[in-house]
């Protein structure tokens, strides 16, 4: 028997939709199912309590918010999504790995691997070569601008967008961009709510933009944002905690991750900090889950298996392979297999994650698919 067509066939088929596309594109109404980011694609960190937290990382093609008190990692966690970008094909969003013992690249899935174009506004004047190298970002594939006053910084964004060019935007932070307007006016003068109207107007057209981008490439840019938390006066009841800029740059986002100070750990001969453990919590989350919450160790020093730069969730990592069955006991209990491969102690599992980057990447994939797909 065949098939009745459907109302939906019919009204495509018609003069509206024709008129419509005729005046303002093709893409401008179709299908959804014809729609490339009707499905959203990930950016991992390389943190993997927060790529497990978001779903699988950062959204494509979304706004995503990071926003926190002072040193708990809201700029590492942007510079780690940059390096994870560098690493990601535009067109099938797998990671391109490289073999540390032989050198060589394994490819993305397509084989036909286009890199991100990124940007870093790098407002508070942070960026620091060393630093960000150690966070894993190659700088010579990084534009990088450090703008004067916000209405600068928010128009130079705009344009990067409409460019049609620009796959990951980096903003650090939204609390540092300063109106023109304040900067113009005496220290001593109350500007009430004028950086929350600067950033009310430009995020309504960031948001055309993207809409405008994908419209026109069928791509869509990503945005990535830090904002700071602020206190306000005279509260008795409830949160006196605020963030700057008002309310639309998180009724913008897709997710938004608050993160929280941790406990910093000492080397007991120099009395330095060796590592730090800080906890975050996924507050809003429009793509999967919300109130995720978690923590994460950043490395402060050279370690004999880890460098200074980078996170150790390995062990994290181990944990919930077993939980979901990904690494298995042997039956005699005298060792563990994932993957294929046996191992003879669980450390040496965590060894060969922390050494083999192309298996790590493979696990870690492995792991987020199965945890996300369960979710």
Known sequence: MEEPKRRLDTFLAGNVVESIQKEHGPNILARADNHKHQRSYRILTGIFPIDYALGGGIPVGKTTIIYGHKSTGKSVICL??????????????????????????????CGKFREH?????????????????????????????????AEQALDIIEALLRSNELDLIIVDSLAFLTPAKEIEEGVGKALQAEQARTFGRAIRKFGSALNYVENHTERRPTLLFTNQIRMKTGVIFGSPETVSGGLAPGFSSSAEIRTAGGKYVLDETTQRPVHVDLDFRVEKNKTSVAKLEGSWRLCLADTELKKKGDTYDEPAMLDWGIKIGLVEQEANKKGWSCLGEKYKTKTLFVERLIRDMVFRQTYCQTLLQILTAAG
Do not use: F, H, M, N
Not at 82 to 96: I, M
Not at 122 to 148: F, H, I, K, N, Y
């Open 80 to 109: 780690r999504a940059l390096s994870g970008a560098q690493r990601t094909c535009t067109l099938c969003y797998t990671e391109q790995k490289i073999d540390l013992k032989t050198g060589e690249v394994v490819p993305c899935a």
């Open 117 to 149: 174009l990124c940007a870093y506004i790098d407002v508070e004047g942070s960026w620091d070569t060393d630093w960000v190298q150690l966070c894993g970002v190659r700088t010579d594939d990084v534009l990088l601008s450090r703008p004067e006053y």
